[in-house]
T-cell receptor, first 113, second 115 residues
């Protein structure tokens, strides 16, 4: 079945550092890929998405490119801020649409000033 | 604000009891999803409803049940509670469950503690 694997956390960085959170997936066909973010005490929010190969999703300085050849959707940001501290989830939606949204295990990111 | 409302925010109850969690989807969304988030299991899909009908089932225990009402709000019923049921329960909604690019909109969750 479909699955998502994220790099294990927690990840701790200093402010203005470069961020990469790795995400790889296994799915049949052409899934849509998502990054969700969960701030403390809140629900998940959509951060960005990509729906086909080579698409780049971007939002709030974060980017991720849908790489079909490596089945990856790594999250990157050039200069992180303390306010980016949160848990980040990679997810995919496969052949059965949104009802089969499969999440990775989440990566906790802490940014120190 | 996602527009998805979950009540209550916190719930503390004893083993063997039964609780009901409530969710109001975002205006215009016909589909409701329930997820369980625990430390050791991550985010687990439980069940989905679309316009009042059950659409998909995930890792939902037989002690758990859900329904979606004509006004589209949904309730998740958890019975014969065990310590291991302590978790965050999220509701999410979407406008179109059949398009894989459709994102989900999540509520802030109900934190259930079973003592």
């Amino acid at each position: 079945g479909d699955s998502v694997t994220q790099m294990e956390g927690p990840v701790t960085l200093s402010e203005e550092a470069f961020l990469t959170i790795n995400c790889t997936y296994t799915a049949t066909g052409y899934p849509s890929l998502f990054w969700y973010v969960q701030y403390p005490g809140e629900g998940l929010q959509l951060l960005l998405k990509a729906t086909k190969a080579d698409d780049k999703g971007s939002n709030k300085g974060f980017e991720a490119t849908y790489r079909k050849e490596t089945t990856s959707f790594h999250l990157e940001k050039g200069s992180v801020q303390v306010s980016d501290s949160a848990v980040y989830f990679c997810a995919l939606s496969g052949q059965q649409g949104a009802q089969k949204l499969v999440f990775g295990q989440g990566t906790r990111l802490t940014i120190n000033p | 604000d996602s527009g998805v409302t979950q009540t209550p925010k916190h719930l503390i109850t004893a083993t063997g009891q039964r609780v009901t969690l409530r969710c109001s989807p975002r205006s215009g969304d016909l589909s409701v999803y329930w997820y369980q988030q625990s430390l050791d299991q991550g985010l687990q899909f439980l069940i989905q409803y679309y316009n009042g009908e059950e659409r998909a089932k995930g890792n939902i225990l037989e002690r758990f049940s859900a329904q979606q009402f004509p006004d589209l709000h949904s309730e998740l019923n958890l019975s014969s509670l065990e310590l291991g049921d302590s978790a965050l329960y999220f509701c999410a909604s979407s406008v179109d469950p059949d398009t894989r690019s459709t994102p989900l909109h999540f509520g802030n969750g109900t934190r259930l503690t079973v003592t």
